[in-house]
């Protein structure tokens, strides 16, 4: 457990990019709708997808966890599997957290400071936001956990193949898609898949990220045993 709380401490001392940096991004992001909201009103309310840019940082995060972390960790003689379970229990928190955060900005956009006084709704989105606050902050939590293993297995991917193991991945899941989009037009199969989905609120498909993460984070493991520094 030493060894895993090292991993966590050697994260969090990288403040901008775990516990800045996303902020930073977020609140330009934010700063810049607001402004636009300010100068020119509208009728009806404004909603924008501004969110989803501390949702890609934490992709991002995955990937540069892996390229920028790994080498140094094992170089401080940090086992394998200390580093995972570090690198995991640290996301974990932060998603918390920033989860946590975002649903109060969205509390407060939605029921303290309607739409900031200006019909801007930048947290308080009205998809996400159907099924309540508890049920808002799960499927950020899930949304945000489910990108970062995506990050962090593309990373795994190249540090235990190499380029030609990250091109060949990308071929080969071109190929699956390709070959699946061919056989749902050759067999009518769209309008089940739409049946399937329509239904679905934004919970359902949290829920559904949350296996899939642990899926993304086991094949992750495996390959982190044994990538090469």
């Known amino acids: 457990m030493n060894m895993v709380q090292s991993v966590m401490k050697m994260y969090m001392r990288d403040k901008w990019g775990w516990f800045f940096l996303p902020w930073i991004i977020l609140f330009s992001s934010f700063l810049v709708n607001f402004l636009i909201?300010?100068?020119?009103?509208?009728?009806?309310?404004?909603?924008?997808?501004?969110?989803?840019?501390?949702?890609?940082?934490?992709?991002?995060?995955?990937?540069?966890?892996?390229?920028?972390?790994?080498?140094?960790?094992?170089?401080?003689?940090?086992?394998?599997?200390?580093?995972?379970?570090?690198?995991?229990?640290?996301?974990?928190?932060?998603?918390?957290?920033?989860?946590?955060?975002?649903?109060?900005?969205?509390?407060?956009?939605?029921?303290?400071?309607?739409?900031?006084?200006?019909?801007?709704?930048?947290?308080?989105?009205?998809?996400?936001?159907?099924?309540?606050?508890?049920?808002?902050?799960?499927?950020?939590?899930?949304?945000?956990?489910?990108?970062?293993?995506?990050?962090?297995l593309c990373a795994s991917i190249f540090r235990r193949f190499g380029k030609t193991g990250m091109f060949g991945s990308a071929i080969v899941s071109a190929l699956v898609l390709t070959v699946v989009i061919y056989m749902a037009n050759y067999f009518g199969w769209w309008a089940s898949v739409f049946n399937a989905v329509k239904d679905l609120t934004a919970l359902d498909i949290a829920l559904i990220l949350f296996p899939l993460s642990v899926c993304l984070s086991v094949v992750s493991y495996v390959l982190l045993r044994r990538a090469t520094v």
């Open 37 to 152: 909201a300010s100068l020119l009103p509208m009728e009806e309310n404004i909603v924008t997808g501004g969110l989803m840019s501390i949702f890609i940082y934490m992709m991002v995060a995955g990937i540069l966890t892996m390229s920028q972390t790994f080498p140094f960790a094992l170089g401080m003689s940090v086992r394998r599997r200390d580093f995972y379970m570090g690198s995991m229990l640290m996301i974990l928190l932060v998603s918390i957290w920033i989860s946590v955060t975002l649903s109060i900005l969205s509390y407060i956009e939605g029921s303290v400071i309607d739409g900031w006084g200006v019909r801007l709704y930048f947290f308080h989105l009205p998809y996400l936001s159907a099924g309540g606050y508890l049920s808002q902050l799960v499927i950020f939590i899930s949304t945000m956990l489910f990108l970062y293993m995506l990050g962090f």
